[in-house]
T-cell receptor, first 111, second 112 residues
Framework: RKEVEQDPGPFNVPEGATVAFNCTYSNSASQSFFWYRQDCRKEPKLLMSVYSSGNEDGRFTAQLNRASQYISLLIRDSKLSDSATYLC????????????FGQGTELSVKP | NAGVTQTPKFRILKIGQSMTLQCAQD?????MYWYRQDPGMGLKLIYY???????DKGEVPNGYNVSRSTTEDFPLRLELAAPSQTSVYFC???????????FGAGTRLSVL
């Protein structure tokens, strides 16, 4: 079983749609959780950290359920510029702070 | 605002050749990491370092070596390049007080 698993993609949605990405992780000792965004052939960039209380940044909402070991990302009113691959990332800082990446879910927003 | 700088951006190697991928950061971060990303996959950790003089293996270290003689630099060495090492390599750094890793722009390596 992979340590971090994401929805297989790609997701093809029209502009203005709401899209949700799901992610599960296997290591219950994981301490920190993130969503990264990666544009084609570019480096990953932090989109947002994920907190147990849930957090929102504009059109983006992230949720964490530690009991279920489940992370989600909701994008509302999607824009063409949201087209990218979204990476679910988990960290355990007792292991040198290394990040464990999911395989990514590709999102394509169409006009 | 240099951040994390990787060189070269692209490289083609023949099987059996060796090369060093360079990574430098100007943020005085203690932690540095090397990842590889194969097509359609997430990033996998090759090696990491928690400070100058200290390195440790990640998930996929075979075929690679690293050193960390200074805080700023964390080069990755391929001694005998193999086609399985064709990949995109990302270097990252992190401050010990933060949970955020900052990535370089990557090195695209092909071994033919």
């Amino acid at each position: 079983r992979k340590e971090v698993e994401q929805d297989p993609g790609p997701f093809n949605v029209p502009e203005g749609a709401t899209v949700a990405f799901n992610c599960t992780y296997s290591n219950s000792a994981s301490q920190s959780f993130f969503w990264y965004r990666q544009d084609c052939r570019k480096e990953p960039k932090l989109l947002m950290s994920v907190y147990s209380s849930g957090n929102e940044d504009g059109r983006f909402t992230a949720q964490l359920n530690r009991a279920s070991q489940y992370i989600s990302l909701l994008i509302r009113d999607s824009k063409l510029s949201d087209s990218a691959t979204y990476l679910c990332v988990v960290a355990n800082y007792n292991q040198g702070g290394k990040l464990i990446f999911g395989q990514g879910t590709e999102l394509s927003v169409k006009p | 605002n240099a951040g994390v700088t990787q060189t070269p951006k692209f490289r083609i190697l023949k099987i059996g050749q060796s090369m060093t991928l360079q990574c430098a950061q100007d943020m005085n971060h203690n932690y540095m990491y090397w990842y590889r990303q194969d097509p359609g996959m997430g990033l996998k950790l090759i090696y990491y370092s928690v400070g100058a003089g200290i390195t440790d293996k990640g998930e996929v270290p075979n075929g690679y070596n690293v050193s960390r003689s200074t805080t700023e630099d964390f080069p990755l060495r391929l001694e005998l390049a193999a086609p399985s090492q064709t990949s995109v390599y990302f270097c990252a750094s992190r401050d010990s007080r933060q949970n955020i890793q900052y990535f370089g722009a990557g090195t695209r390596l092909s071994v033919l």
